[in-house]
């Protein structure tokens, strides 16, 4: 949050780094997956105009560890599922956002298909989302 909007220049660098810490599960307590979504969240926040363009690589990972968390039947207590998911959820909002719903359209066909109902209810969210 210190860099702003000057989070730009670093964004190929960083992108490598979140999807790297997205896709590995790093034990019950996940404190490096929670910890990368708030930086991906407030990368979002600061870089919003270079978003749309990472869009589908960012909104391919996000799906990814939704499933992933919703289906490993590890260690992690469940509040920290719930964290991860709603932290997941709360990037595909801000993603939303800054790409003027492009992600809602996106997740249509996911969201219909969809039978699990902790996936469902997060892209619910985004849907409903303003």
Do not use: F
């Not at 210190?2 to 790297?20: D, F, Q, T, Y």
């Not at 105009?49 to 909104?59: A, D, G, H, I």
């Amino acid at each position: 949050s210190r860099l702003g909007i000057l989070i730009v220049r670093h964004l190929k660098r960083l992108e490598r780094v979140i999807l790297g810490y997205l896709e590995v599960s790093d034990g019950p307590e996940e404190k490096a997956r929670l910890g990368i979504l708030e930086t991906l969240q407030c990368t979002i926040e600061h870089a919003w105009p270079r978003m749309p363009c990472r869009l589908p690589v960012l909104l391919k990972a996000l799906l990814r560890l939704l499933w992933d968390v919703h289906t490993e039947r590890g260690p992690t207590p469940e509040p920290v599922r719930a964290a991860l998911l709603q932290g997941a959820t709360q990037c595909l909002i801000l993603l939303d956002r800054c790409s003027q719903g492009h992600v809602k359209v996106l997740l249509q066909g996911v969201h219909s298909s969809c039978e699990e109902n902790r996936v469902r209810e997060c892209l619910r969210k985004v849907q409903e989302s303003t």
